[in-house]
Nanobody, 120 residues
């Protein structure tokens, strides 16, 4: 099994920056990719960005492209989300997810979440 722990959330003013971290432990060799999702109050969970475990392929949602950057450090079993030019609409709980290859990538392990609040 894999366990995930996020850190780095907080309160920031619009236009500011935050960096989220996610540490993976356990059977990390089973991981195919890692991702960040977010859920704002009253909204569905939304994909933010993903990176293959090894870091060669990255995807981002259009809503964060050019502002957020996903990166990874396989030696430390960690991924990061650098969030710049934050907007109030980025306010959400951010979740780290581990993906496993089961035909297609299945996001089946989740962290506890890190709250990001952007004030206007």
């Amino acid at each position: 099994q894999v366990q995930l722990v996020e850190s780095g959330g907080g309160l920031v003013q619009a236009g500011g920056s935050l960096r989220l971290s996610c540490a993976a432990s356990g059977r990390t060799t089973d991981i195919a990719a890692m991702a960040w999702f977010r859920r704002a109050p009253g909204k569905e969970r939304e994909f933010v960005a993903s990176i293959t475990w090894g870091g060669s392929t990255k995807y981002q949602s259009d809503s964060v492209k050019g502002r957020f950057t996903i990166s990874g450090d396989n030696a430390k079993n960690m991924i990061f989300l650098q969030m710049n030019s934050l907007k109030p609409e980025d306010t959400a709980a951010y979740y780290c997810a581990a993906g496993f290859m089961r035909g297609a990538i299945t996001w089946s392990t989740w962290g506890q979440g890190a709250q990001v609040t952007v004030s206007s």
